[in-house]
């Protein structure tokens, strides 16, 4: 007990210093998830230029860099075109939402390592389990739409080309995260008891 607490002193007192190896890590996944966050900037910019030369060129849209062609919807009903286009941008909006927070946490670094229990640490986690959890229930919306006007005989791209693939994916990524941010939630009440007893 007595070790823990001088580890737990240390720690509180700043002594402890990540190793390098960590801080390795976190530069990585920042990196990357600066990546993602472009490529799905691109992605999302990519839709929307294909759903405005739809309506203003449609002629062009088969040159569109990794078009989704929504010609067929437009022509069954500009409502139904309309909507469908929101669902994916929303879909493609939250997904780059999502890893801004992530790069915006690397980068502040609000997150410290040596004690990772905190209330911004948990605030977080359940901002990105909402955010996952949006995105999952917009795809299944989208998809849900989508399979409705293929039965109604309109030509659809299919998921992946509509961005709204793996909606169960963040569904079950969005429940695990809330689990988490619960844990965490009794991290901090066990650190702070942790505290006052020291």
Not at 134 to 145: A, R
Not at 174 to 184: E, G, M, T
Request: hydrophobic share 55%; with cysteine.
């Amino acid at each position: 007990m007595k070790s823990v607490n001088i580890a737990s002193n240390e720690v509180s007192q700043g002594y402890w210093k990540p190793s390098p190896k960590t801080k390795i890590i976190l530069t990585l996944l920042y990196i990357i998830a600066w990546i993602i966050f472009v490529g799905l900037s691109i992605e999302a910019a990519s839709f929307i230029t294909n759903a405005v030369f739809i309506l203003v060129k449609p002629e062009a849209v088969p040159y569109l860099w990794q078009q989704a062609d929504l010609r067929d919807l437009l022509q069954y009903g500009h409502v139904f075109f309309f909507t469908q286009v929101f669902i994916i941008g929303v879909v493609s909006a939250l997904k780059a939402i999502l890893f801004y927070l992530i790069i915006s946490i690397l980068h502040n670094k609000q997150v410290k390592i040596e004690q990772p229990f905190t209330n911004i640490a948990q605030r977080f986690i359940l901002r990105i389990a909402s955010l996952a959890l949006l995105i999952g229930l917009f795809s299944i919306l989208g998809t849900t739409c989508a399979d409705w006007l293929s039965g109604q005989g309109v030509k659809m791209p299919d998921l992946q080309a509509l961005y709204l693939s793996g909606a169960d994916v963040w569904i079950f990524m969005s429940i695990a995260l809330f689990v988490v941010a619960y844990v965490f939630k009794k991290g901090i009440e066990l650190q702070t008891e942790q505290d006052l007893t020291v």
